[in-house]
């Protein structure tokens, strides 16, 4: 199993950090800076000081100063080891590249002396005074760790593309030989008898000539004799793709063939490696490559023999790379990684997995997610065309930050991405039309909660009992305001008026629908008071509203003397609404108009629905791309409104063209301060 837990503290951007990797795969994700190598490098440094001292001044912390000594903690467990040995002892099976009595008796020792339930913690501290201190000072012991649970860490934007060298130091390191090589006794009998003591001469020569010039030589490694031995009997160093040069092949083609060597070339020479599990880290392996390549890339090393023999941990920030890990591993651990930005500080939440039929719905967009930093959720396509709208985002700047997405209303689909259900913290918010969540009978003449268990909150009774255990503020915006919206749907009856758009005791809906919206809010959901429509019309617009739709040489006189007809502000706003696909304030609208025997429609609004209909036809005879509720009516109306109601060219105006549009798009400022804060 090899590595099962890692603890950094004080290291680089890390304050404290625990990752538990009991998965084979683990894959760091995140955007640009936040952390993601540091960690990689932290467990790197870790490796490298087992057997040999390396001091490395970056990994102390940038941001605190103070702080003059890092801990880096290792778990590993012995379990498979210590299996292994007794299957084979049992079976008297002994691998020819493995020292195996030796080697039994290492493994016995060991965890007996190191390990608790064969679990062994391994730590070191590090100061800036240049001390390396073991919590276990037996070097035996951390090169045997070294050597059965070894580590191969690769950069992808550190590896030279046109010369790649690099690959025989990975042969050679990993060395499934029996004794150490002696080069001499190699090479004997590449030449003939004749040759030889000629050989001999020239390399005393050669010796005698250092000796005089006072040079010395350094001993090569055994690893180092390992890979010449190999390259003289494969016949060369050099590697060239296919028929040509590195160097005429492009980065991406480059990357890709050479991480596909370094991982095929380990997995293969760990199958003479029986008693030892590689730990393979690859930092940003997608840099160079298209998305298909990605594909490609993480699905052919999935085929490969000793995948599952291996562990990984791959660092990220392509949605693409992290939904292929997702869709190619029944078991992998997902973590992002998240930045303090104020005080630069690394943090990690593991993300839950996805139930096995959920996540074949994973595409590159619902993975980009995971990377987002704020998140808005929207039932359809009118809200993206809406909050994607060229002058609100001019407006509002920070709304460029927020990644959107349509869940078209399907509960499914929401708890793919929710970060609620996956455990992250990404922050966001769920935007939602109100009979998502409430109904209305005109019979009874009462609101009833209505909608799914997951979307609808006040439905969850466990959510319920545990808000009588909030602290006290908490404890007034959620329960206290829970049971006020009860109270409401229980005894307030709402009569509609005789138009059949509205009720006639506006504020009554009003005080609800702020009740309403304030306790959602605490769990990330804003019921909007109708629909989107109805953010987008509303009492304090509707006249701007008319204005616009005249402008467009809309003299419909059906419309108009209707229009006439009706009384009030909010009777006007509703039936543009209704108009324009929206519903009415009893939440009825063109699909429950159409349902037969339903017992919630209303005579009076049914006779006024015909007349909209027969409006509705003249109006797509006008220049306002009119054909449905995603026609594009949208852009057209926001994009106006800026053009013939703010100063939207004039930067010094931004205040006061906020305040404007606020006052005329309440609901929609609302939901816009609302993300602007989580920013």
Not at 291 to 307: A, C, P, S
Not at 326 to 342: D, P, V
Not at 545 to 559: G, P, S
Request: proline share 2%.
């Amino acid at each position: 199993m090899s590595i099962i837990k890692l603890i950094i503290k004080n290291c680089k951007s890390i304050e404290l950090m625990e990752i538990n990797l009991r998965e084979k795969v683990n894959c760091l994700i995140g955007t640009n800076n936040v952390g993601k190598s540091n960690i990689m490098k932290s467990l790197n440094f870790f490796y490298v000081n087992l057997t040999k001292e390396m001091y490395d001044e970056s990994m102390f912390s940038k941001s605190n100063p103070y702080n003059d000594e890092l801990e880096i903690t290792v778990e590993f467990d012995l379990t498979d080891l210590i299996n292994k040995t007794s299957k084979i002892k049992s079976n008297s099976i002994f691998d020819f590249f493995e020292p195996t009595n030796e080697l039994f008796e290492k493994i016995d020792y060991y965890s007996e002396k190191y390990s608790r339930n064969n679990k062994v913690l391994l730590s070191l501290k590090y100061n800036k005074n240049r001390t390396l201190v073991w919590n276990i000072e037996d070097y035996e012991f951390r090169s045997f760790i070294s050597l059965r649970f070894p580590i191969f860490f690769l950069e992808s934007r550190d590896i030279d593309l046109y010369n790649w060298d690099s690959i025989w130091g990975v042969i050679g390191s990993i060395a499934p030989f029996r004794q150490k090589i002696n080069i001499n006794q190699s090479i004997k009998g590449v030449f003939g008898d004749s040759e030889e003591d000629n050989y001999q001469k020239v390399i005393e020569s050669i010796l005698d000539i250092f000796e005089k010039s006072d040079i010395k030589i350094q001993r090569t490694h055994v690893f180092e004799k390992i890979s010449q031995i190999i390259q003289l009997q494969i016949g060369g160093k050099n590697f060239n793709y296919d028929t040509h040069s590195l160097k005429i092949g492009s980065y991406g083609m480059n990357s890709y063939t050479y991480m596909k060597l370094y991982i095929n070339i380990i997995l293969k020479l760990f199958e003479y490696k029986h008693f030892a599990t590689p730990l393979i880290m690859l930092d940003e392996p997608e840099l160079h490559l298209h998305m298909k390549k990605i594909e490609e890339f993480v699905r052919g090393i999935r085929e490969q023999q000793g995948y599952n023999k291996t562990k990984w941990i791959f660092s990220t920030h392509s949605p693409a790379f992290a939904k292929n890990i997702i869709l190619e591993n029944e078991k992998y651990s997902m973590f992002h990684i998240t930045n303090n930005s104020m005080f630069n500080k690394t943090c990690v939440t593991k993300i839950n997995g996805f139930k096995q039929k959920k996540y074949k719905l994973l595409t590159d967009n619902e993975a980009s997610l995971f990377f987002s930093e704020v998140c808005l959720f929207v039932e359809g396509d009118t809200e993206m065309e809406l909050f994607k709208n060229k002058y609100i985002k001019l407006l509002f700047p920070k709304i460029s930050k927020v990644d959107i997405y349509s869940f078209d209303g399907k509960d499914d689909k929401l708890q793919l991405v929710n970060p609620s259900d996956r455990k992250s913290k990404i922050k966001y918010l769920v935007l939602l039309d109100l009979d998502k969540l409430l109904s209305y009978s005109p019979k009874t003449k009462r609101f009833s909660i209505t909608g799914s268990d997951y979307l609808n909150v006040m439905k969850d009774e466990y959510i319920k009992k545990r808000e009588r255990y909030h602290y006290k503020s908490k404890f007034i915006d959620t329960f206290v305001t829970r049971n006020q919206i009860m109270e409401r749907l229980k005894n307030n009856r709402y009569e509609i008026d005789s138009t059949g758009l509205c009720f006639q005791n506006n504020q009554q809906r009003i005080e609800l629908i702020e009740l309403i919206q304030r306790y959602y809010v605490q769990y990330n959901f804003f019921p909007l008071e109708t629909t989107i429509e109805g953010a987008l019309i509303n009492d304090e617009n509707y006249e701007i509203f008319y204005e616009w739709l005249t402008e467009h040489e809309w003299n419909d006189a059906k419309f108009k003397n209707l229009y006439n007809q009706l009384e009030s502000e909010i009777q006007k706003t509703s039936f543009f609404r209704v108009i324009f696909f929206g519903k009415t304030h009893w939440l009825n609208g063109e699909n429950e108009s159409k349902k037969k025997d339903d017992a919630n429609k209303n005579n009076d609004f049914l006779a006024i629905f015909e007349q909209i209909k027969e409006i509705r036809s003249e109006l797509k005879k006008t220049n306002i791309d009119f054909e449905d509720k995603t026609s594009g009516w949208v852009t057209l109306f926001i994009n106006w409104f800026f053009e013939k109601k703010l100063t939207i060219n004039k930067t010094e105006d931004l205040f006061l063209n906020r305040n404007i549009f606020i006052s005329k798009f309440t609901e929609l400022g609302n939901v816009i301060v609302c993300l602007e804060k989580m920013l």
